[in-house]
């Protein structure tokens, strides 16, 4: 069991963030201490990385949000994560399309800027 303080630095988030995740219900309230400290466990880091990655995937937090109630309830996930989860993967296709274009643009750039200078 580790104080938020700790599992802040863990994750790398500030303990006003985890403690919005809890405000948002994206993570479970911890127990407290006698001394009333919030008091996180193992499931809780991995929940954190959870929402982190899917952060980083271009997920919203309410697409996050109902990601995890629905597994905390045992419902089948499947058919609404794989649609959402498809969805995602067509955004990020579509945004390394556009990169593999400006790369291509930027290195014709690059090579002009070569030959001006030779």
Known sequence: MVKIGELAKATGLSTKTIRFYEAEGLIPDPPR??????????????RLGFILKAKRLGLSLNEIKGILHL????????VHVRSLLQEKVTQIETVIQDLLGFKEELESLRDQATSLVD
Do not use: K, M, Q, V
């Open 33 to 46: 201490t006698d001394s009333g400290y919030r008091s996180y466990a193992e499931p809780d880091l991995a």
């Open 71 to 78: 597994h905390d309830w045992s419902e089948p996930t499947c």
